[in-house]
């Protein structure tokens, strides 16, 4: 009697009452619980003990089949037949007399014991004979044992067969639950003592402490999963996955025996937790909602099951969760579909009238399937901007689609498709097009079909059908407002800068309106003609910023500002007018502007653009990520990707970098000026690898693209440098040479510190001999002069601040190239100051690449020592560490520029070599980092 866990008690009382029988006081003994918890197996338990102590055992199971027989268990029970004498018209009382008559012939040849299984089961009559049995037992050797099941169920349930009979009478046993230690035994003893605990506590927490659920689970996986619990096996969490489903199959039988409405209830639950996702709390009143059941009853179910162990309270929120997804899965196996959507469909208009909020109520219109309401419809749509503000794109697009199955007037389904459309294009780039098409033939007000095409062709563009995109803004180009006129014409100019063919056309148009009628075009337009002629090599960078601020402090409708702004912050950056470049970035991204606006992505370009001109640019900041489902080796040639390429080479992670440019498919990309910088970023990656030629192929392929879009600035992209640079490294200086003459003419008309400074660098090291000394030497002079003046101590090693606009990324070569030409002239001593300053700005940086340079120019000049790396917590100034330490306890820029009376680029910049020289990218990581080296403190 020990092959039972955890049913000591209950077979102690068995043993006693059947030895106390065996003298001839019987009495009932009622075993009641809950399914599963193993009466039935007490039952047999105790036919056993009978047969081995010379009892005649009797047997009798109740079902639902045979309560449709008058006395038919207890007939059952006593012979299987009708007792001898018995005819077909006797009544029910004739008939329980002869049963116990019966009985008591039993009685008198030898003890007897009885055993009646599920007697909730049986008809009433056969309940009040059992019953009145009881009553008559105390003086027969007859021990009557009886199993109820007795559980908080919605449905109240009807009176025990003990609840008329004296305490004195019967003895009741309720057997408890499995304990997670009994179970975790269970388990262990099917899988073996070394499976692992994770294993063993998942399937005790999907087996509810039932031995009826948990041994049908152990049959399942022991058939599919035998080695389960090992090497990182997880427990399934949906039935599908168990065979041959006798773990299901206990679910059903559990739910059957509870009623059809703690059925509906439980299926209400599990329904609702499988599909509630951030909205799962399910509240008792929604849970009676939903599943028809009386609302007093639920509460009381939800406590007696979160006992029993089948639920469990989530710790976040409180509400009812199953105890494991896996037990949920199982609730839920074979009910129909309908019945679910019909749960959603109550559920939505429960929490609709309750005023829960929007996306808590779509989220089940979404599986309700909703065909008309307006209710519905708004509360979609408002469910929509919900999930866009959090940013939670995917979600929006749901809502949208859902309630694109709603019916809406005209005017509100053209407003809902072009909304999708931009979610679906920010997702998968070709998804939002035929939405917006759809959007644009269902537009008639004249605004929302401008704003409708203008998104279209920006969708059209960035899938590479610019010649699409641009017959759509044609068809929408006679607009009799002005203002919506103009803004055709802007985001024309803007968009054409995506077909070399087109852009010429359209500036071209735009030239000759400049000339005949200035007054035609808007500040917008004129911003982005200075921005032609600046790419074009016809401006300064003096006087295209003069231009720029005069057009910008002009008024401009708000509709062209965005486009305005964008061409402005493009050329303030090329213009190393950092500050300006960020405001107009800034000013232009708060019009809240769709992921469709033709100047949306051109601002994100110009302020990535900004931070690597700075050399801030890293790819956590500014993510380029993938389209769901492309294949390897497919991606878009974007300038994030070029950037991060560049970075990566910069950092001396070029193996990472060469991961980034394999993934580009540039055979397959379209003839834009995103492809452009990424053929001038694999060449920077080419040539650092030592693929020289591969890298000059890469460069002047980019240079004949930018030359055919009439785009020759080196301001734009230096690729002539670059090529030069290739030819040199090839021992071909005068290949180079023609190239960094006529990279150094370009420069000079762009006229800042940057172009220049780089352009003489080149020029002086084609050049060579005494005049390559003296352009190298004013290469670095300019850029100095750009800059701010390196520290007392910078040939020593120290950490330079580094100058705000970023010029140290062209000053650190050209003080390389200047140091190794005048070692070359025999000057070495002054060769090495110059390097050392490289060296340790390269350090500062985290350019591994050029502090190797640097470190190899001073060997080669005879230094006897290079100087030490200035990376860690060590190497950190009093000004670094003191700002730092500000950081990490929680400071913000402006609070600590404003502490220490700096600017706040100052503390920028601090932070950044911070960064750089502790290893770590994020702000969160200052305080360890910084713990490391002994303290925060200054």
């Given at each position: 009697?020990?092959?039972?866990?955890?049913?000591?008690?209950?077979?102690?009382?068995?043993?006693?009452?059947a030895?106390?029988?065996?003298?001839?006081?019987?009495?009932?003994?009622?075993?009641?619980g809950?399914?599963?918890?193993?009466?039935?197996?007490?039952?047999?338990?105790?036919?056993?003990?009978?047969?081995q102590h010379?009892?005649?055992v009797?047997?009798?199971?109740?079902?639902?089949?045979?309560a449709?027989?008058?006395?038919?268990?207890?007939?059952?029970?006593?012979d299987?037949?009708?007792?001898?004498?018995?005819?077909?018209?006797?009544?029910?009382?004739?008939?329980a007399?002869?049963?116990?008559?019966?009985?008591?012939?039993?009685a008198?040849?030898?003890?007897?014991?009885?055993?009646?299984d599920?007697?909730?089961?049986?008809?009433?009559?056969?309940?009040?004979?059992l019953?009145?049995?009881?009553?008559?037992?105390?003086?027969l050797?007859?021990?009557?044992?009886?199993?109820?099941?007795?559980?908080?169920?919605?449905?109240?349930?009807?009176?025990?067969?003990?609840?008329a009979?004296?305490?004195?009478?019967?003895?009741?046993?309720?057997?408890?639950?499995?304990?997670?230690?009994?179970?975790?035994?269970?388990?262990?003893?099917?899988?073996?003592?070394?499976a692992?605990?994770?294993?063993?506590?998942d399937?005790?927490?999907?087996?509810?402490?039932?031995?009826?659920?948990l041994?049908?689970?152990?049959?399942?996986?022991?058939?599919?999963?035998?080695?389960?619990?090992?090497?990182?096996?997880?427990?399934?969490v949906?039935?599908a996955?168990?065979?041959?489903?006798?773990?299901?199959?206990?679910?059903?039988?559990?739910?059957?025996?509870?009623?059809p409405?703690?059925?509906?209830?439980?299926?209400?639950?599990?329904?609702?937790e499988?599909?509630g996702?951030?909205?799962?709390?399910?509240?008792?009143?929604l849970?009676?909602?939903?599943?028809?059941?009386?609302v007093?009853?639920?509460?009381?179910?939800?406590?007696?099951?979160?006992?029993?162990?089948?639920?469990?309270?989530?710790?976040?929120?409180g509400?009812?969760?199953f105890?494991?997804?896996?037990?949920?899965?199982?609730?839920?196996?074979?009910?129909?579909?309908?019945?679910?959507?019909?749960?959603?469909?109550?559920?939505?208009?429960?929490r609709?009238?309750?005023?829960?909020?929007?996306?808590?109520?779509?989220?089940?219109?979404?599986?309700?399937?909703?065909?008309?309401?307006d209710?519905?419809?708004?509360?979609?749509?408002?469910?929509a901007?919900?999930a866009?503000?959090?940013?939670?794109?995917?979600?929006?697009?749901?809502?949208?689609?859902?309630?694109?199955?709603?019916?809406?007037?005209?005017?509100?389904?053209?407003?809902v498709l072009?909304?999708?459309?931009?979610?679906?294009?920010?997702t998968?780039?070709?998804?939002g097009?035929?939405?917006?098409?759809e959007a644009?033939?269902?537009?008639?007000?004249p605004?929302?079909k401008v704003a409708t095409a203008?998104?279209?062709?920006?969708?059209?563009?960035?899938?590479?059908?610019?010649?699409?995109?641009f017959?759509?803004?044609?068809?929408?180009?006679?607009?009799?407002?002005?203002?919506?006129?103009?803004?055709?014409?802007?985001?024309?100019?803007?968009?054409?800068?995506?077909?070399?063919d087109?852009?010429?056309?359209?500036?071209?148009r735009?030239?000759?309106?400049?000339?005949?009628?200035?007054?035609?075009?808007?500040?917008?337009?004129?911003?982005?003609?200075v921005?032609y002629?600046?790419?074009?090599g016809?401006?300064?960078?003096?006087a295209?910023?003069?231009?720029?601020?005069?057009?910008?402090?002009?008024?401009?409708?708000?509709?062209l500002?965005?486009?305005?702004l964008?061409?402005?912050?493009?050329v303030?950056?090329?213009?190393?007018?950092?500050?300006?470049?960020?405001?107009?970035?800034?000013?232009?991204?708060?019009?809240?502007?769709?992921?469709?606006?033709?100047a949306?992505?051109?601002?994100?370009?110009?302020?990535?653009?900004?931070?690597a001109?700075?050399?801030?640019?890293?790819?956590?900041?500014?993510?380029?990520?993938?389209?769901?489902?492309l294949?390897?080796?497919?991606?878009a040639?974007?300038?994030?990707?070029?950037?991060?390429?560049?970075?990566?080479?910069?950092?001396?992670?070029?193996?990472?970098?060469?991961?980034?440019?394999?993934d580009v498919?540039?055979?397959?990309?379209?003839?834009g000026?995103?492809l452009?910088?990424?053929?001038?970023?694999?060449g920077?990656?080419?040539?650092?690898?030592g693929?020289?030629?591969g890298?000059?192929?890469?460069?002047?392929?980019?240079?004949?693209r930018?030359?055919?879009?009439?785009i020759?600035?080196?301001?734009?992209s230096?690729w002539r440098?670059?090529?030069?640079?290739?030819?040199?490294?090839?021992?071909?200086?005068?290949?180079?040479?023609?190239l960094?003459?006529e990279?150094?003419?370009?420069?000079?008309?762009?006229?800042?510190?940057?172009?220049?400074?780089?352009?003489?660098?080149?020029?002086?090291?084609?050049?060579?001999?005494r005049?390559?000394?003296?352009?190298?030497e004013?290469?670095?002079?300019?850029?100095?002069?750009?800059?701010?003046?390196p520290?007392?101590?910078?040939?020593?090693?120290?950490?330079?601040a580094?100058?705000?606009?970023?010029?140290?990324i062209?000053?650190?070569?050209a003080?390389?190239?200047?140091?190794?030409?005048?070692a070359?002239?025999?000057?070495?001593?002054?060769?090495?100051?110059?390097?050392?300053?490289?060296?340790?700005?390269?350090?500062h940086?985290?350019?591994a690449?050029?502090?190797?340079?640097?470190?190899?120019?001073l060997?080669?000049?005879?230094a006897?020592?290079?100087?030490a790396?200035?990376?860690?917590?060590g190497a950190?100034?009093?000004?670094?560490?003191?700002?730092?330490?500000?950081?990490?306890?929680?400071?913000?820029?402006?609070?600590?520029?404003?502490?220490?009376?700096?600017?706040?680029?100052?503390v920028?910049?601090?932070?950044?070599s911070?960064?750089?020289?502790?290893?770590?990218?994020?702000?969160t990581?200052?305080r360890?980092?910084?713990?490391e080296?002994?303290?925060?403190?200054?």
């Amino acid at each position: 009697m020990t092959e039972l866990l955890e049913r000591e008690a209950a077979l102690g009382l068995l043993a006693a009452e059947a030895a106390r029988a065996r003298t001839g006081a019987g009495r009932l003994l009622l075993f009641r619980g809950p399914t599963g918890t193993g009466r039935s197996a007490l039952l047999d338990t105790a036919a056993l003990h009978g047969e081995q102590h010379g009892m005649r055992v009797l047997r009798a199971d109740c079902s639902a089949e045979s309560a449709r027989t008058v006395l038919g268990p207890v007939v059952q029970l006593l012979d299987a037949q009708q007792p001898a004498g018995a005819d077909e018209d006797a009544s029910p009382m004739d008939l329980a007399a002869r049963l116990w008559e019966l009985l008591r012939e039993y009685a008198d040849a030898s003890p007897l014991l009885l055993t009646v299984d599920n007697v909730h089961l049986a008809d009433s009559a056969s309940r009040r004979w059992l019953a009145e049995a009881a009553r008559r037992l105390a003086g027969l050797p007859v021990l009557l044992v009886a199993s109820e099941r007795v559980q908080y169920d919605i449905a109240p349930p009807g009176p025990g067969l003990a609840h008329a009979l004296s305490p004195s009478l019967v003895r009741a046993h309720a057997p408890a639950p499995l304990s997670p230690e009994a179970g975790a035994a269970l388990v262990r003893e099917a899988f073996g003592a070394d499976a692992a605990d994770s294993w063993v506590a998942d399937c005790v927490r999907a087996g509810a402490g039932l031995p009826l659920l948990l041994r049908a689970l152990l049959d399942d996986l022991l058939a599919v999963l035998p080695d389960g619990g090992r090497d990182g096996a997880a427990l399934p969490v949906s039935c599908a996955d168990l065979y041959p489903g006798a773990y299901a199959a206990a679910v059903l039988w559990w739910l059957d025996s509870a009623g059809p409405e703690t059925a509906a209830v439980a299926r209400a639950l599990a329904e609702l937790e499988a599909s509630g996702g951030a909205h799962a709390h399910v509240t008792e009143e929604l849970l009676a909602e939903v599943s028809g059941a009386g609302v007093a009853r639920v509460p009381g179910w939800l406590t007696a099951m979160t006992r029993l162990g089948l639920l469990r309270r989530d710790p976040g929120h409180g509400g009812p969760l199953f105890a494991h997804p896996l037990l949920r899965s199982a609730v839920l196996d074979g009910w129909p579909e309908e019945d679910r959507v019909e749960l959603h469909r109550r559920a939505a208009a429960h929490r609709y009238r309750r005023g829960d909020r929007a996306e808590a109520v779509a989220g089940h219109l979404l599986r309700a399937r909703p065909s008309g309401g307006d209710w519905a419809t708004d509360t979609l749509l408002d469910a929509a901007r919900e999930a866009s503000r959090a940013g939670r794109d995917g979600d929006a697009a749901a809502y949208l689609r859902a309630a694109l199955d709603t019916w809406m007037p005209r005017e509100r389904r053209a407003e809902v498709l072009t909304r999708l459309g931009a979610l679906e294009f920010a997702t998968v780039r070709s998804a939002g097009i035929p939405r917006l098409t759809e959007a644009l033939r269902l537009q008639e007000r004249p605004e929302q079909k401008v704003a409708t095409a203008l998104g279209l062709g920006t969708a059209l563009v960035h899938r590479g059908e610019a010649r699409a995109a641009f017959d759509v803004l044609r068809d929408i180009d006679d607009q009799d407002d002005p203002v919506l006129a103009r803004t055709v014409q802007t985001a024309a100019a803007l968009l054409s800068d995506h077909d070399r063919d087109i852009r010429r056309e359209v500036h071209q148009r735009l030239r000759e309106t400049a000339e005949r009628s200035p007054d035609l075009l808007s500040p917008a337009v004129r911003t982005l003609l200075v921005r032609y002629e600046a790419a074009a090599g016809l401006l300064s960078a003096e006087a295209a910023m003069r231009q720029v601020r005069q057009l910008v402090a002009a008024p401009e409708d708000r509709m062209l500002l965005p486009y305005q702004l964008s061409a402005a912050s493009t050329v303030a950056q090329w213009a190393d007018a950092l500050e300006d470049a960020d405001r107009f970035v800034r000013n232009g991204l708060t019009e809240r502007l769709s992921p469709l606006h033709p100047a949306h992505h051109a601002l994100l370009n110009t302020r990535a653009d900004t931070e690597a001109a700075r050399g801030r640019f890293t790819a956590e900041e500014f993510p380029d990520q993938r389209p769901p489902g492309l294949p390897p080796g497919h991606a878009a040639p974007t300038n994030l990707r070029a950037h991060t390429v560049i970075s990566l080479v910069r950092a001396g992670r070029t193996a990472e970098a060469r991961r980034i440019a394999q993934d580009v498919h540039v055979d397959a990309s379209t003839d834009g000026w995103q492809l452009n910088r990424f053929l001038y970023a694999r060449g920077v990656l080419r040539a650092a690898e030592g693929d020289q030629l591969g890298a000059l192929e890469d460069f002047l392929d980019c240079g004949r693209r930018q030359s055919a879009r009439d785009i020759l600035s080196p301001a734009v992209s230096p690729w002539r440098s670059a090529a030069a640079e290739c030819h040199l490294a090839l021992g071909r200086p005068q290949a180079a040479l023609p190239l960094a003459e006529e990279e150094y003419r370009l420069a000079a008309i762009w006229d800042t510190p940057r172009v220049v400074g780089r352009a003489l660098r080149v020029l002086g090291a084609a050049t060579g001999g005494r005049h390559g000394l003296e352009l190298t030497e004013r290469a670095v002079t300019v850029l100095r002069g750009g800059a701010s003046e390196p520290g007392p101590d910078a040939g020593q090693g120290a950490a330079h601040a580094g100058p705000e606009d970023g010029l140290d990324i062209e000053l650190v070569p050209a003080l390389i190239t200047h140091g190794r030409q005048l070692a070359a002239a025999g000057h070495p001593r002054r060769a090495r100051p110059l390097l050392r300053e490289a060296a340790a700005t390269a350090d500062h940086m985290g350019a591994a690449p050029l502090l190797a340079q640097a470190e190899q120019a001073l060997r080669d000049s005879g230094a006897r020592r290079t100087p030490a790396r200035r990376t860690g917590a060590g190497a950190l100034t009093d000004s670094e560490r003191r700002i730092a330490a500000l950081a990490a306890d929680g400071r913000s820029n402006a609070e600590i520029a404003a502490l220490l009376h700096l600017a706040r680029r100052t503390v920028e910049t601090h932070l950044t070599s911070t960064y750089r020289k502790l290893g770590i990218r994020r702000r969160t990581a200052l305080r360890e980092a910084l713990d490391e080296d002994g303290g925060t403190g200054p």
